[in-house]
């Protein structure tokens, strides 16, 4: 096997690390500045932006795109580390218009949208002009059985009228999020995985109504600020149905495997942030006569670290290439593979890096904190661990090549 990148994807990565250091690192401590006191865009984030377009650095996760639309057209396998340098930062996706949610809608829209819908909803996003949600998860259901999703979208005439409460909705509180792709029932009495359809609502329907933003474990999304929102009789066309009723599902599933993924390659980058600031940490900082590195707690730390890492990176991979070769629907137990261990090791070395930072770990003055509520949110987000650990079950006990049929139950019965 060639674990080496591709000539293409190494130039890639080549060329965004060296404008991450010189135009994205710099501008961190007046992002931050910024960020504590405002949910608006930093104002220098159009020109990051406008730089990094003239680079060609644009629109990178989105492998299918059509001749006139902005973007490198990379791989999977290819946008894996160019997705690892961005996610050391929370922030620096977006200046690259690679930031969730808009890349999996972006990736919906593409897929499963009418070419008007497409020209009126999807090229704004292509070009930075606005921002949008995905509303799925409730409050008053279990939204890990997504059958359980309760919104209402029910015909009327040449419209549709919406009901429901939609919560945790990354991206939803955002001043410039103009639009979102909501889930419903359009038919109650179809079958289980029928019943759902998905429509586009523009954020200023009457009815919409941003109820609070929300924040998780003290922690604020500043890039896609969460949102509660409620529809109240908000009446849309029928038009901005997209694809067939009842089709919900397949939608929502085109999105959230890129989304899956493109969480994990970023969260690889984040925990090798982490490992690094143990080392730097543990070097200069002294207890009881010694520097903190030289004990071996804290050497085992940072090599279980490591070893960790290289196994997510490996895993994560071998998903984005299955993905590239196999689609969607080829990818599902590689993805759900991600899924379940990547969180888990992200929750590991932030633990392991406040753990060395101390007090410092849980301040404003690290990321560490922040990672640590991230990898407890991304094992809940996207299918909790139990949906995908209940998946993964399922493909590994196969009766054509699982426990039923197994040789070693046979010659050894209990």
């Not at 890639?12 to 960020?35: G, M, S, Y």
């Not at 949910?39 to 989105?62: C, H, I, S, V, Y």
């Not at 949610?101 to 593409?110: E, K, Q, S």
Request: charge should be negative; hydrophobic fraction near 40%.
């Amino acid at each position: 096997m060639d674990f080496e990148l591709s000539a293409r994807s190494e130039q890639w990565r080549k060329k965004l690390q060296a404008f991450f250091d010189h135009e994205v690192l710099p501008r961190h401590r007046a992002w931050v500045d910024h960020t504590a006191t405002s949910r608006e865009t930093p104002p220098f984030m159009a020109e990051l932006q406008r730089k990094a377009r003239a680079a060609g650095l644009w629109n990178l996760g989105l492998p299918e795109l059509a001749d006139d639309e902005p973007g490198t057209r990379l791989s999977n396998l290819e946008y894996a580390p160019l997705a690892e340098i961005m996610g050391r930062l929370f922030w620096a996706s977006e200046v690259f218009n690679c930031q969730a949610p808009d890349v999996p809608n972006m990736i919906a829209l593409h897929n499963c949208a009418t070419s008007e819908q497409k020209a009126r909803w999807l090229r704004p996003l292509l070009e930075a002009e606005t921002r949008s949600a995905f509303g799925m998860t409730e409050p008053d259901v279990a939204s890990s059985d997504a059958t359980n999703i309760a919104t209402t979208i029910v015909r009327d005439q040449d419209d549709y009228i919406i009901n429901g409460r939609k919560w945790f909705i990354t991206g939803a509180a955002h001043p410039r999020c103009s639009f979102l792709i909501v889930l419903g029932v359009t038919d109650a009495d179809a079958e289980r995985t029928r019943r759902h359809s998905c429509v586009i609502v523009p954020m200023d329907t009457p009815g919409v109504r941003l109820i609070r933003p929300l924040r998780w474990m003290g922690c604020e999304d500043h890039t896609a600020p969460i949102g509660e929102l409620a529809f109240d009789n908000a009446r849309i066309p029928r038009s901005n149905l997209i694809g067939e009723e009842g089709e919900g599902f397949k939608v929502a599933q085109v999105r959230l495997g890129p989304a899956r993924i493109h969480h994990c390659m970023r969260s690889i980058g984040l925990c090798e942030l982490l490992i690094e600031l143990m080392v730097a940490r543990s070097a200069e900082r002294s207890a009881f006569g010694r520097t903190i590195i030289q004990y071996d707690t804290v050497q085992r730390w940072i090599a279980e670290s490591r070893v960790e890492l290289e196994q997510a990176r490996l895993l994560a991979y071998r998903c984005a290439w299955r993905l590239d070769q196999a689609g969607h629907h080829g990818a599902w137990r590689d993805v759900s593979l991600i899924k379940v261990a990547v969180p888990a090791m992200l929750q590991r070395i932030a633990d392991r890096a406040m753990q060395v930072f101390g007090a410092m770990g849980g301040s404003d003055d690290t990321p560490i904190h922040q990672a640590l509520a991230w990898g407890r949110l991304l094992r809940i987000g996207d299918g909790p661990d139990e949906v995908h650990l209940r998946q993964i079950f399922r493909m590994e006990a196969m009766p054509s090549w699982g426990i039923a049929n197994s040789p070693y139950l046979a010659a050894h019965p209990e």
